[in-house]
């Protein structure tokens, strides 16, 4: 019976993975879950507190803009490097692949640190703007959303890039050849030619970008220095200086909700299939 | 000819230490159905790319109608051009494939319309007007490739060996397509291949390359039959070669000695008595015998059956090994290995070569 031997190694392989999961992840979600319609009370008591504060609204608001931002900026940024890296000499590609995976060897937290030395008030950047005379008083560029952009921009590419760089990579040169041989100038190649078969890849790049970054902790908390309240940094608040588990659980089911909701959003639009498993 | 459509002259191109391109000079006459043939890296390609633009060449120049034409862009040559993978735009239908030059072109859609159901009728393929190419077969995405290629009437065709991902019987079909269309449109054809049989049967004229230089050109029968040196008699069909020595030239005819065996040659070339020289023969001008029958003794070393044709290896003595080609329809003998032969060929059958 070679097809029972099949399913059975078949199941041997999964169920170690799917061990972790469910009881590392699923059965802590679903206490989450609970806590959020138990505590203080049985009931909607604190969904109904978060759909009636401002402050949740306002904290909603920056995430889905932080979160937006980021993705059009790592987008934009990414683009140029995946293309370049794609469509330039050949002989530095390894170098240039492995320059984008190099901060993964650095941790989020050192990254983000390295951010505030460069922005603060009399870090290296200000530093160097009123040495060479450009600015009387330092510029606020961090504490506030565009810090937090900077830092998360720059924590994020690499997601933006890895996938892009794989979808570019097996666009033929010759599509390109083939359509300036037809009298399409460079740019309209471009346009019309290359751009839209690298859609793949930018979706797939902005899906994962925008979804790590809606839940994305430290790299908002320490730029914004409490000022740039995402959800993440909210939940934390309710939990640990408020020790209020139930909004703060029920403020994290509303985020994977929301997260939830973006992804079937996104599904109407893009292949999420073909744009997140079947890279080729 | 009269005055060239193209003009290639001088061209020069070289990849660090290798020279693509070496002093290449080459006239295109309209009309044509011109092949650039050889084997991987002798440039042919590399010939195609720099008159379709796609890249610079070191030196030399390039002329349209006597225009220089050396530094136009690619889009600006109006030259239609069908690459091997056939280049479809996966995100175009083959309507909008195809209607893609006239569209850059800003033609109004009454005209890209008509045009490109003319252009898809041509190869065919109108009622795949709205398929995507993903969900077409090799050789149909091959037509669409070339429907896209005339739609927009281009001087001149560039063909990069259009036919070689395609199996052996499809590509021997599209072959007779080709050169009909070719005569049916009057346009130049300019065609890169390395296959001699396709080379053979479309071409008005061979170019034969090789290390980046020409080696010979001319129409199919002329360097089949009068290759120039070993190179063209050996990459242009299969040649026996025999290295002699030349002795008395009475008109066209020519003493040969080659270790121990003697025979007359007819040739229209001139040769000192003395002189060293080879002979390039082809397997299908031997002739397979019973012992005695034919000049030579030999023996059969190993049979090949091809169907309408049968390869037969055997060996002389002296002269070695040779490889002959016998139709299967009209031998006397049935050649099995180890069997006692005799070969031999007409006096006007061996080729002198003039170089080496």
Same mark, same amino acid.
């Given at each position: ?11 041997? #392989? ?124 330092? #510029? ?41 041989? #037809? ?67 029920? #403020? ?29 | ?53 796609? /890249? ?5 120049? %390039? ?30 239908? $083959?309507?909008?494939? $195809?209607?893609?030059?006239?569209? $850059? ?80 449109? *009057? $346009? ?20 034969? %390359? ?7 050109? *001319? ?104 490889? /002959? ?18 070969? *031999? ?12």
């Amino acid at each position: 019976m070679p097809r029972m031997n099949e399913k059975v190694s078949y199941w041997m #392989l999964v169920v170690p993975a799917l061990a972790i999961m469910v009881i590392f992840y699923i059965v802590p979600v679903l206490g989450i879950w609970k806590i959020a319609f138990t505590e203080p009370e049985t009931g909607l008591t604190n969904f109904v507190a978060m759909a009636g504060s401002n402050a949740v609204k306002t904290s909603f608001v920056i995430t889905f803009r932080v979160a937006a931002i980021t993705t059009i900026g790592c987008l934009f940024l990414g683009y140029i490097v995946a293309y370049a890296i794609s469509n330039y000499s050949s002989r530095l590609t390894p170098l240039m692949v492995a320059l984008v995976i190099l901060p993964f060897w650095v941790s989020v937290l050192i990254r983000s640190f390295s951010w505030i030395v460069l922005l603060g008030r009399s870090g290296i950047v200000n530093d160097a703007l009123k040495g060479a005379g450009l600015i009387e008083s330092p #510029l606020r560029l961090m504490h506030n959303e565009l810090g937090v952009l900077i830092a998360m921009i720059h924590v994020m590419l690499p997601f933006a890039i890895l996938p892009m760089l794989t979808n570019m990579r097996g666009i033929s040169g010759a599509y390109v050849l083939a359509a300036r041989s #037809l009298g399409a100038g460079e740019w309209t190649a471009f346009r019309q030619v290359y751009f839209p078969q690298t859609m793949p890849g930018v979706m797939s790049g902005a899906l994962l970008v925008f979804v790590l970054s809606l839940g994305f902790f430290v790299t908002p908390a320490l730029l914004g220095g409490g000022r740039v309240l995402m959800i993440s940094e909210y939940i934390t608040y309710q939990i640990q200086e408020f020790l209020n588990w139930g909004l703060g659980s029920a #403020l994290s089911v509303g985020l994977l909700v929301a997260t939830a909701l973006v992804l079937l959003i996104a599904a109407r639009f893009v292949n999420l299939r073909a744009a997140l498993l079947e890279r080729k | 000819m009269t005055s060239p459509i193209l003009s290639i002259n001088d061209a020069v191109k070289t990849y660090g230490s290798i020279r693509a391109l070496d002093q290449v000079n080459l006239d295109v006459a309209e009309g044509e159905f011109l092949t650039l043939l050889g084997p991987s890296g002798s440039g042919k390609t590399t010939l195609l790319s720099a008159i379709a633009g796609f /890249i610079k060449m070191d030196g030399g120049s %390039l002329t349209l109608r006597s225009e220089d034409i050396t530094n136009r862009p690619p889009e600006h040559r109006d030259f239609g051009m069908v690459f091997q993978g056939y280049a479809l735009f996966p995100t175009m239908t $083959v309507r909008e494939n $195809v209607g893609f030059p006239l569209k $850059v072109r800003k033609k109004p859609a009454a005209e890209i319309q008509k045009k490109v159901n003319d252009a898809l009728e041509m190869v065919q393929m109108g009622a795949f007007a709205d398929r995507m190419p993903s969900q077409l077969s090799g050789g149909q995405q091959q037509r669409i490739a070339l429907a896209r290629a005339m739609s927009f009437s281009p001087q001149v065709l560039l063909l990069d060996e259009p036919l070689s991902a395609l199996d052996k019987k499809l590509r021997a079909d599209l072959q007779w397509e080709l050169k009909a269309l070719h005569n049916q449109l *009057g $346009v130049t054809f300019i065609y890169v291949t390395h296959d001699q049989d396709e080379a053979l049967s479309m071409s008005d004229r061979i170019i034969i %390359l090789k290390d980046g230089s020409i080696q010979q050109q *001319g129409d199919p029968n002329t360097l089949y039959n009068r290759p120039r040196n070993k190179f063209v008699a050996d990459f242009l069909g299969k040649s026996n070669f025999i290295d002699v020595t030349v002795g008395a030239q009475t008109g066209t005819t020519l003493q040969c000695a080659a270790k121990g065996v003697a025979f007359n040659v007819e040739t229209d070339t001139h040769n000192a008595a003395g002189s060293d020289v080879k002979l390039a023969l082809r397997p299908e001008r031997l002739k397979l015998g019973a012992p005695g029958e034919e000049f030579l003794p030999a023996v059969v070393k190993q049979v090949s059956y091809l169907g309408e044709r049968c390869q037969v290896i055997v060996k002389h003595e002296t002269l070695g090994e040779m490889l /002959i080609s016998c139709p299967t329809w009209k031998t006397d003998i049935t050649p099995v290995a180890g069997l006692a032969v005799s070969i *031999g060929w007409d006096p006007d059958a061996p080729v002198v070569l003039s170089e080496d």
